[in-house]
Structures are given as structure tokens and as C-alpha cells.
Nanobody, 116 residues
């Protein structure tokens, strides 16, 4: 059963913006935290941003000040607003939901490509 579905990826030029969306099949507040990870070719998957059930957020140092994670509880959707994109932001971006008693749920990923 697909629980998390990402959308919003694409090809942009450096300096432009994109907004990723992650639509959950159910109430997103069941997750202890939700986040965005990314994986570039030849690299490990890394955390980009996360938001806890209580609304606390944290970001990778490389995206602080440029990316913002948010959620719309009524729409069961988590967003990642990405501004001032750089070529090094190019990766497949994955939505993650973490349940403490179950573990991780992942979306299928969405490609973000930033050209210089």
C-alpha cells in the first residue's frame, strides 16, 4: 500500500525555486516526524529537512536559509519549498514518515535537477 506520494520535482536553472509536495494516505499526525531526504548519484541518502509532530523543524546545514519544510494537516500534505537552488541540490528527493513503533515509510521519490 502506497502511503506517501511525492510530486513537484523537475528541471530548473540555478537560482530558481521548486516546491515539493508529499501527500499521505492518512492523517500525517500519526507520524512522529516527517521529512525529506535526497540521494544524488553515487552518494548516500541524506536528510534534507524534517518536521516533528509537535512542529519542530531541522535542516541540513547545506540547505539552511534556502529550504523550508511545512505541512498542511487538513490536506495531509508535507511541503518542501526550495529557493535559490544550486546544481549540487540535484538528486532524487524522497518523502519519509517515521513511526516509532513501526519504522520508516518512504515515497517513491521525485527527481530534482538544477542546471548551472
Amino acid at each position: 500500500q502506497v502511503r506517501l506520494v511525492e510530486s513537484g520535482g523537475g528541471l530548473v536553472q540555478a537560482g530558481e525555486s521548486l516546491r515539493l509536495s508529499c501527500a499521505a494516505a492518512g492523517n500525517i499526525l500519526i507520524y512522529n516526524s516527517m521529512g525529506w531526504y535526497r540521494q544524488a548519484p553515487g552518494k548516500q541518502r541524506e536528510l534534507v529537512a524534517a518536521i516533528t509532530r509537535g512542529g519542530n523543524t531541522n535542516y541540513a546545514d547545506s540547505v539552511k536559509g534556502r529550504f523550508t519544510i511545512s505541512r498542511d494537516n487538513a490536506k495531509n500534505t508535507v511541503y518542501l519549498q526550495m529557493n535559490s537552488l544550486k546544481p549540487e541540490d540535484t538528486a532524487v528527493y524522497y518523502c519519509n514518515g517515521w513511526l516509532s513503533v513501526v519504522g520508516d515509510y518512504w515515497g517513491q521519490g521525485t527527481q530534482v535537477t538544477v542546471s548551472s
